[in-house]
């Protein structure tokens, strides 16, 4: 019952190196999010995917890819990484239909950016 | 476009008293609501959810909060708190329509800390 699971836990980057996040879900979900959160501003949207195969831009998109090619996956690409990108990444899911089921969050994954 | 406010950044309470943590929307329609709680270096964890009928809604752990429409307000609610509460908490709202997709936009946050 392992729910949303982020790799890695930790990771520390050079400006100008590209990483790629992992986040999986083995609950079937359609919907996926990707968030970044930093201190006072909560949590906000990067980039959102509603199925396999679709993707969408968020609140804060810029410098950022994701990627949906299976179900279960989604990839949070960044291909430059910038001192600005140092946050706590979150990936979560949810049910479709309506746009009351909750979201369930990973546990994070704390990137910093030297 | 939708926003919280969490007008609260920090809050001390002491074990068994009650507490309430404050939180504002800005929607033009009906939102659904929604409170997380997280505990240092962990994800977050819902609490409760409102999306309509009884504007008082009970969650886990012993949480409730009140929907006021007229105050745009989802306070949230303990009546005696516990040391194992301490933790921040994020009040949420999402688009109560079929192309919102369920994306949530996030309060501040506001860090509770319990003294013994």
């Known amino acids: 019952n392992a729910g949303v699971t982020q790799t890695p836990k930790f990771r520390v980057l050079k400006t100008g190196q590209s990483m790629t996040l992992l986040c999986a879900q083995d609950?079937?979900?359609?919907?996926m999010y990707w968030y970044r959160q930093d201190p006072g501003m909560g949590l906000r949207l990067i980039h959102y995917?509603?199925?396999?195969?679709?993707?969408a831009k968020g609140e804060v998109p810029d410098g950022y890819n994701v990627s949906r090619l299976k179900k279960q996956n989604f990839l949070l690409g960044l291909e430059s990484a910038a001192p600005s990108q140092t946050s706590v990444y979150f990936c979560?899911?949810?049910?479709?239909?309506?746009?009351?089921?909750?979201?369930?969050f990973g546990d994070g994954t704390r990137l910093s950016i030297l | 476009a939708q926003s919280v406010t969490q007008p609260d950044i920090h809050i001390t309470v002491s074990e068994g008293a009650s507490l309430e943590l404050r939180c504002n929307y800005s929607?033009?329609?009906?939102?659904?609501l929604f409170w997380y709680v997280q505990s240092p270096g962990q994800g977050l964890q819902l609490l409760l959810k409102?999306?309509?009928?009884?504007?008082l809604v009970q969650g886990i752990k012993g949480f409730e909060a009140e929907f006021k429409r007229s105050q745009s307000s989802f306070n949230l609610r303990k009546p005696s708190v516990h040391w194992s509460d301490a933790a921040e908490y994020f009040c949420?709202?999402?688009?109560?329509?079929?192309?919102?997709?369920?994306?949530?936009?996030f309060g501040q946050g506001t860090i509770l800390t319990v003294h013994p």
């Open positions: 949420a709202v999402s688009n109560a329509g079929g192309t919102s997709y369920g994306k949530l936009t």
């Open positions: 995917s509603v199925g396999e195969g679709t993707t």
């Open positions: 409102y999306f309509s009928g009884d504007t």
């Open positions: 929607y033009g329609a009906t939102p659904y």
């Open positions: 979560a899911s949810s049910e479709r239909g309506w746009d009351n089921q909750p979201q369930h």
């Open positions: 609950m079937n979900h359609e919907y």
